[in-house]
């Protein structure tokens, strides 16, 4: 706990085991204006992609375990900021009132802003898919998703699935778009749809809003997750591994490894290692798609060609 400048450790035992949501409710009960750090049973277990959670559907989450499998491997549950004021010394307030307003007018009113204020990163499903053929599908051997329709944001999710708008802390775009889960209510992201349903080829809006939402009360990071089930099912398609879920409508057996694989054990031992470690261990390092050792996100190079550039010059990696 942080406050003040000072910095005090709870026993967090009541709190380990718990998913990341569970475990920030469970301290926003005790201090109601709190800020919350917390990891979820992938920290925990120090799996090397776990991440970060923050206000429910917030995580700090690529590039391996820079974040939640640090924290496990060091014992911490979470990190809880509690304010003591929140007011912040300017130098010249009116200017810095007029300045916020500006930004704030621009960021609504921008072109570039409007789509996200209206579709959030969602609407990309049906971009990436119906107009621009870069959404990677079927573990990147496809660049456009079989039945994305399914999941389309416009046709499927937005009229039968979406809840409300929502937004991070003061951001006037709210390109959050909560969405209907089996457990309530859900901030659904287009990387995670991507990785989660088109990588491993899911196309039930229910059933893939219903993985992501356990994925990330595990704590992990969703891309590098998706990515690794999605190799998984493909190697085990070529007989190179057993028991990996199939492709499409294998929702149980996905949803069960994304749980094994949390908490290390059977398949998710395996899974728990990430793309890179999966290939070098079994031989197959030509099968593996990752760049720098790190899973690639929701952007098919082979259509932007910008993402070649950015893949091969960026320092992001494991």
């Not at 003040?4 to 709870?10: I, N, P």
């Not at 329709?149 to 929502?166: M, N, Q, R, T």
Request: aromatic share 8%; hydrophobic share 40%; glycine share 12%.
């Amino acid at each position: 706990m942080i406050s003040d400048g000072k910095v005090e450790f709870r026993d967090a035992r009541e709190l380990w085991g718990m998913d990341t949501v569970e475990t920030e409710h469970a301290i926003k009960r005790e201090f109601r204006d709190s800020a919350v750090l917390t990891i979820g049973p992938a920290g925990e277990n120090k799996v090397p992609y776990a991440c970060i959670g923050h206000e429910e559907w917030r995580q700090f989450g690529r590039t391996g375990g820079a974040g939640g499998a640090v924290m496990g491997s060091k014992g911490v549950k979470a990190i809880t900021f509690i304010p003591v004021s929140k007011a912040v010394d300017v130098a010249d307030d009116k200017a810095y009132q007029d300045l916020v307003r500006n930004l704030g007018r621009q960021a609504v009113t921008n072109p570039g802003m409007i789509p996200y204020r209206q579709g959030g990163t969602v609407r990309l499903i049906d971009v990436g898919n119906g107009m621009g053929g870069f959404f990677p599908s079927i573990y990147w051997t496809r660049v456009v998703m079989p039945n994305w329709e399914d999941i389309s944001w416009e046709k499927v999710l937005k009229p039968k699935y979406f809840i409300k708008h929502g937004a991070c802390l003061y951001c006037p775009v709210a390109c959050h778009k909560v969405v209907r889960s089996s457990n309530g209510e859900y901030d659904l992201e287009y990387e995670t749809t991507m990785a989660l349903g088109g990588l491993t080829g899911i196309h039930d809006p229910q059933r893939l809003i219903d993985l992501a939402e356990l994925a990330d009360r595990l704590g992990f990071d969703t891309i590098s997750l998706g990515n690794t089930i999605a190799f998984l099912i493909y190697l085990g398609e070529r007989g190179i591994v057993k028991g990996a879920p199939r492709w499409g409508g294998d929702y149980e057996g996905i949803r069960r490894l994304i749980i094994d694989t949390a908490y290390r054990r059977g398949l998710g031992e395996l899974a728990a290692l990430g793309t890179k470690a999966i290939a070098e261990k079994l031989g197959v390092q030509d099968l593996a798609i990752h760049v720098k050792g790190l899973e690639p996100a929701a952007y098919d190079p082979r259509t932007l060609k910008g993402m070649i550039l950015n893949n091969a010059i960026s320092e992001r990696g494991r």
